[in-house]
């Protein structure tokens, strides 16, 4: 089992810049690929970025792409979605997602999720 807590979001301005984190507990950070998923009011839950056990395979969505890096420090069991030239598309709320080794742009196919943390950008 893994639990995972998100942090970091808030109120901000288009432009602005924020990281997100992702504290993970109970397994072995290290056999963990973390996903980033967002989930706007009225839509469905959308793919952001992964980053895979190792960093071997880093994938973004094409509307975040250039904009946000995600991170894994595995010393600290935390996992980092940094955010920069945010957009007030980018409104949502942003959940990080584990499970072992490979990353996947499916929601269904990771097993354990956050609880998610709200960000809204305003314009």
């Known amino acids: 089992q893994v639990h995972l807590a998100e942090s970091g979001g808030g109120l901000v301005q288009a432009g602005d810049s924020l990281r997100l984190s992702c504290e993970a507990s109970?397994?072995?950070?290290?056999?963990?690929?973390i996903g980033w998923f967002r989930q706007a009011p009225g839509k469905e839950r959308e793919f952001v970025g992964a980053?895979?056990?190792?960093?071997?395979?880093?994938d973004y969505a094409d509307s975040v792409k250039g904009r946000f890096t995600i991170s894994k420090d595995n010393s600290q069991n935390t996992a980092y979605l940094q955010m920069n030239s945010l957009k007030a598309e980018d409104t949502a709320v942003y959940y990080c997602?584990?499970?072992?080794?490979?990353?996947?742009?499916?929601?269904?196919?990771?097993?354990?999720w956050g609880q998610g943390t709200q960000v809204t950008v305003s314009s």
């Open positions: 980053h895979s056990r190792n960093g071997v395979t880093l």
């Open positions: 997602a584990a499970r072992l080794w490979v990353t996947s742009r499916i929601p269904s196919a990771w097993d354990y």
């Open positions: 109970g397994r072995t950070f290290n056999n963990l690929a």
